[in-house]
């Protein structure tokens, strides 16, 4: 597929003409709803994600939705996975309760299609927690993103960057809540475990994301004297 190989290469204007070929064909041949169509529209939306274009990929991605659930249904993995990639496309323009409503959607279809431990299944419980710890009350997170990393250390090596983002995802809830009415000291503490092979990260943006982690548990820590 010309589309897939030339948005491997990172040509995403020629990946994104060559979709839109695909899909005036598929259209000609098969209508308008119909699960190629769908599939098509959906590698649209994430190519125009991942150059920049939020309103097209807002818009592919519901149009995506809308077309799996009429022709493979709600409780289905290609609906599953166009939903998760919906609200993380809101998550990311920081439009939380868009977000936080389409998550919910995303988590519920998810939990009708696959099995518990299912790798993308932990991949919406984590980006969901993560939104919960910034904009909700951190003990709605806490659960999810135990359960996302428990998931993702079972299938992925220890320092995978997928389980240390969990981690340090986990860390923030569980420094909220010790700034709510949780056991101050216990929750830091765990807080500081899971920081600890972040900091050490290969990748950049990790450490840097828990060196603002770290910041933050230092500052409940001051907090709390």
Avoid: C, K
């Avoid at 589309?3 to 209508?31: C, I, K, P, S």
């Avoid at 022709?71 to 323009?93: I, K, M, Q, R």
């Avoid at 990393?149 to 240390?164: G, K, N």
């Amino acid at each position: 597929n010309l589309a897939v190989l030339n948005y491997h290469r990172g040509d995403l204007e020629a990946a994104q003409a060559r979709f839109r070929d695909v899909l005036r064909v598929q259209r000609t041949l098969f209508g308008e709803t119909h699960v190629d169509v769908a599939f098509t529209r959906n590698n649209i939306a994430g190519v125009a994600r991942a150059a920049g274009d939020v309103a097209t990929a807002e818009r592919e991605y519901r149009a995506a939705i809308r077309l799996f659930e009429a022709t493979v249904g709600d409780a289905h993995p290609y609906t599953a996975t166009a939903l998760s990639s919906l609200a993380s496309v809101l998550h990311d323009e920081e439009r939380w309760a868009e977000a936080t409503r389409a998550y919910r959607t995303a988590r519920d279809a998810m939990d009708a299609a696959w099995p518990d431990g299912h790798p993308s299944r932990a991949v919406v419980q984590s980006r969901f927690g993560d939104l919960l710890t910034v904009r909700q009350p951190a003990v709605e997170a806490e659960p999810l993103l135990r359960e996302a990393l428990a998931s993702q250390r079972a299938q992925f090596p220890e320092h995978d960057a997928r389980t240390l983002t969990t981690q340090r995802r986990l860390a923030d809830a569980l420094i909220a809540l010790a700034l709510g009415d949780g056991d101050r000291t216990l929750l830091l503490a765990e807080a500081d475990s899971l920081l600890e092979p972040v900091r050490t990260a290969d990748l950049d943006d990790l450490r840097a994301e828990a060196t603002r982690s770290t910041a933050a548990l230092q500052q409940a820590r001051i907090q709390g004297r």
